[in-house]
């Protein structure tokens, strides 16, 4: 089955750390390119990170730049977030996202993994 | 940084058809891509590249893009199309994914 199984996430105090894990099957996950979106409660969807299908190029959106690192393990199948300074702000559901081959679209998203930043 | 606008809300009567905006500057020198999201649930592709479907989206769901404008339109609304949809796009100058706010669509 194609599919993206996230682990980590949980309760973490501010200024903590956090690393979430994306685990990819079913489709050759070291030809595509990936992505960390997140979705506050009640909110909308926010991109956060990019990371091309080699490791090469990656992106972050202004909001967690200097505090995330994206990362790919394409051996294991897997991709990563490192979290640091967390923020109660940064409190969300995170999901992991395929781009499509052809284009930036979202084509696979993992379900979702909760973080909650309070004290 | 580029900006994607959508009205909050849209209502539609079941059988009707539902129109869904996504307002950017030039937005039709960019892809527009649409996701679905239901309660609870991850996000859903249903069009891409403006007017495309992945497989298994019904025909219900079409797509254009032009000027500041795209629209996602779903014809013959059933009660099981109530969700948020989220336009999106890949902004080259930034290298960024730009989201619209969603429309969270109720059907009647």
């Known amino acids: 089955e194609v599919q993206l199984v996230q682990s980590g996430g949980g309760l973490i105090q501010p200024g903590g750390s956090l690393r979430l894990s994306c685990t990819a099957s079913?489709?050759?996950?070291?030809?595509?390119?990936m992505n960390w979106v997140r979705q506050a409660p009640g909110k909308g969807l926010e991109w956060i990170s990019y990371i091309s299908s080699s490791g090469n190029s990656i992106s972050y959106a202004d909001s967690v730049r200097g505090r995330f690192t994206i990362s790919r393990d394409n051996a294991k199948n897997s991709l990563y977030l490192q979290m640091n300074s967390l923020r109660v702000a940064d409190t969300a559901v995170y999901y992991c996202?395929?781009?499509?081959?052809?284009?930036?679209?979202?084509?696979?998203w993992g379900r979702g993994t909760l973080v909650t930043v309070s004290s | 940084s580029y900006v994607l606008a959508q009205p909050p809300s849209v209502s539609v009567a079941p059988g009707q058809t539902a129109t869904i905006i996504c307002g950017g500057t030039?937005?039709?020198?960019?892809?527009v891509h649409w996701s679905q999201q239901k309660p609870g649930q991850a996000p859903v592709l249903v069009v891409y590249?403006?007017?495309d479907r992945p497989s298994g989206i019904p025909e219900r769901f079409s797509g254009s893009n032009s000027g500041n404008t795209a629209t996602l339109t779903i014809s013959r609304v059933e009660a099981g199309d109530e969700a948020d949809y989220y336009c999106?796009?890949?902004?080259?100058?930034?290298?960024?994914?730009?989201f619209g706010g969603g429309t969270k669509l109720t059907v009647l």
């Open positions: 996202a395929r781009f499509g081959k052809l284009n930036w679209y979202f084509d696979l």
């Open positions: 079913g489709f050759m996950y070291n030809i595509y390119e």
């Open positions: 999106q796009v890949w902004d080259r100058p930034s290298d960024h994914v730009v």
């Open positions: 590249d403006d007017s």
């Open positions: 030039n937005i039709g020198d960019h892809s």
